[in-house]
Nanobody
Framework: QVQLVESWGGLVQPGGSLRLSCAAS????????MGWYRQAPGKQRELVAS???????TYGDSVKGRFTISRDNAKNTVYLQMNSLKPNDTAVYYC?????????WGQGTQVTVSS
């Protein structure tokens, strides 16, 4: 079964950093634009950042200058480096192609920013 698995979320203090990983089970994802999305409690899921198959990245306004999306197509993996984390970055983070494909939503990884 084709799937995406997010990992390396956790609890971090404000101002801290985390690096999320998204591992794809199939190399087909290397040919797709990919995105990191997040959903905070009581809010709609939102796009955080996206990256084309060639490596061109775009970011949501709330994370510009703090987050960096990257990918290693040889490893079928997409990363999200998150620096200067804020409490309102707290959410479940998901990866999915961009635009998203419903059947590829996984469990996500929880990121909690709190002192």
């Amino acid at each position: 079964q084709v799937q995406l698995v997010e990992s390396w979320g956790g609890l971090v203090q404000p101002g801290g950093s985390l690096r999320l990983s998204c591992a794809a089970s199939e190399s087909i994802f290397s040919f797709l634009a990919m995105g990191w999305y997040r959903q905070a409690p009581g809010k709609q899921r939102e796009l955080v950042a996206s990256i084309t198959s060639g490596g061109t990245a775009t970011y949501g306004d709330s994370v510009k200058g703090r987050f960096t999306i990257s990918r290693d197509n040889a490893k079928n993996t997409v990363y999200l480096q998150m620096n200067s984390l804020k409490p309102n970055d707290t959410a479940v983070y998901y990866c999915n192609p961009y635009p998203p494909i419903q059947k590829y939503w996984g469990q996500g990884t929880q990121v909690t920013v709190s002192s």
